[in-house]
């Protein structure tokens, strides 16, 4: 049996023509997009120009809600309550959702951002808060990181979960990300992007920033829209998982 794995971007968040040039391009390579939905980045123009790229190249689009925290795109971790962040998130999703419902297009899943995903890796309430946002959006599926409290949040509710590896960013022994404050966060050489995609693809195992070899169990792997040679090296990573006889597909949980 042929091993699938989905390849998926965030994107929305470059601004100006450059910007939606880039998404169209990653459009063209990844099966599933997480779109920017004004929290950390994305306004009115990049959501409707981004649902219509995604549609006409029959891209799965999903939600990409974060923190209000456009200064710091997303990466600031903030003490919220649960009613206030899921004032926030719901705010985002609809604004994404009405943009989408005008197209005839559905949201395919929800995605969190940044600081937001790094916290419901861990936190509870924060995990709880947006699987509660993903069902009362009618969003089919949540996608985040594998054996975390967002991934126990969902199973216990009953939401269809999508776990992720990322193929641009280093991991720590405990199976966490490697914190972006810390030297060798992000994964700069293509060659060793191309070689944890297709690791994580296919053996389910990454190696982490210190050398240690742990399990990832993942379905889907990210390429960050705004990493520099983000276009080049999903093209590449793609390329390389075929030839290593992975089918590359939306894939569901």
Do not use: W
């Not at 390849?7 to 997009?33: K, S």
């Not at 395919?108 to 890796?121: F, R």
């Not at 409290?149 to 199976?175: H, I, M, N, T």
Request: proline share 5%.
């Amino acid at each position: 049996m042929t091993r699938a794995i989905c390849l998926n971007a965030d994107i929305g968040e470059l601004v100006g023509a450059n910007g939606r040039a880039l998404d169209r391009a990653m459009l063209d390579v990844v099966t599933r997009c997480s779109i920017a939905c004004g929290g950390h980045a994305g306004d009115q123009e990049s959501m409707a120009a981004t649902v219509k790229a995604a549609d006409a190249r029959n891209v799965l689009m999903g939600a990409h809600p974060s923190y209000p925290d456009r200064e710091g795109f997303g990466r600031k971790d903030m003490k919220l309550s649960r009613v206030e962040l899921s004032a926030t998130l719901l705010n985002q999703v609809r604004a994404l959702a009405a943009i989408a419902r005008e197209r005839g297009v559905a949201i395919s899943h929800l995605k969190p951002h940044g600081a937001l995903y790094n916290t419901a890796a861990g936190d509870e309430d924060v995990a709880r808060t947006i699987v509660d946002v993903t069902i009362q959006s009618r969003i089919p599926l949540l996608i985040g990181p594998p054996n975390s409290r967002l991934q126990a949040a969902a199973d216990y509710a009953g939401l269809p979960y999508l776990s992720e590896g990322f193929a641009d960013r280093s991991y720590e022994a405990s199976g966490n990300l490697t914190p972006r404050t810390m030297d060798g966060a992000v994964i700069e050489s293509d060659a060793d992007r191309i070689r944890q995609a297709v690791q994580i693809a296919s053996t389910g195992t990454v190696t982490t920033r210190t050398g240690e070899t742990i399990d990832l169990p993942v379905r889907t792997i990210c390429v960050h829209g705004d990493t520099p040679g983000a276009l080049a090296s999903a093209r590449s990573i793609r390329d390389a998982l075929q030839h290593a006889g992975i089918m590359v597909a939306p894939v569901e949980p």
